[in-house]
Antibody, heavy 120, light 107 residues
């Protein structure tokens, strides 16, 4: 059974950098697409971007200038960095998997979510 | 960007009822649409992809239909465990966007 688990600080200061890691267990990180999605009361569910197992990325244009994703196949983890955060970035952050067999950009496995609050 | 709009925002129904949620896309998205169920404090769960394909393990009372810009999620015979919020998500072109959600309450 595939499982995803987010980890990282739950509190980030304004103008700082939000850093989260997703650890994948039960399957190899290879041959899938791995996304970050966030959810806040004000904006609902928002796709942040994905990283492919070979390392290529695609980011939501609304966040593109502040987002970096990376992947480590040796540890079966992938990561998110979001810079210059403000209160508007306060949300529950999810990592999620998309299958890699054609145009399959939906999310079949999700982590449990990590609450991140931006506050001084 | 393609936006997806759900209706209604909230619905209340009785056990055994047939329930329908609608998702409308701002542009034609073929059948590149997924549906999710989310319960409080939990991550969304995939129910349907490619508009009408049932995800493995999802009860057959859930079904999806539509193509182009109009889509529906139907629950045939609402069960107590079906309460929660339902979201559609398009994946026709970047960025992928979600609907604002439909909260299903059990009467």
């Amino acid at each position: 059974q595939v499982q995803l688990q987010e980890s990282g600080p739950g509190l980030v200061k304004p103008s700082g950098t939000l850093s989260l890691t997703c650890t994948v267990s039960g399957d190899s990180i290879g041959t899938y697409r791995w996304s970050w999605i966030r959810q806040s009361p004000g904006k609902g569910l928002e796709w942040i971007g994905y990283i492919y197992y070979i390392g290529s990325t695609n980011y939501n244009p609304s966040l593109k200038n502040r987002v970096t994703m990376s992947l480590d196949r040796s540890t079966n983890q992938f990561s998110l960095k979001l810079t210059s955060v403000s209160a508007a970035d306060t949300a529950v952050y999810y990592c999620a998997r998309s299958p890699d067999n054609g145009w399959t950009y939906f999310f079949d496995y999700w982590g449990q979510g990590k609450q991140v609050t931006v506050s001084s | 960007d393609i936006q997806v709009t759900q209706s209604p925002a909230t619905l209340s129904a009785s056990v055994g009822d047939r329930v329908t949620v609608t998702c409308r896309a701002s542009q034609i998205i073929s059948d590149w649409l997924a549906w999710y169920q989310q319960k409080p404090g939990k991550a969304p769960k995939l129910l349907i992809y490619k508009a009408s394909t049932l995800q493995s393990g999802v009860p057959s009372r859930f079904s999806g239909s539509g193509s182009g810009t109009e889509f529906t999620l139907t629950i045939s015979g609402l069960q107590p465990e079906d309460f929660g919020t339902y979201y559609c998500q398009h994946y026709n072109s970047y960025p992928w966007n979600f609907g604002q959600g439909t909260k299903v309450e059990i009467k």
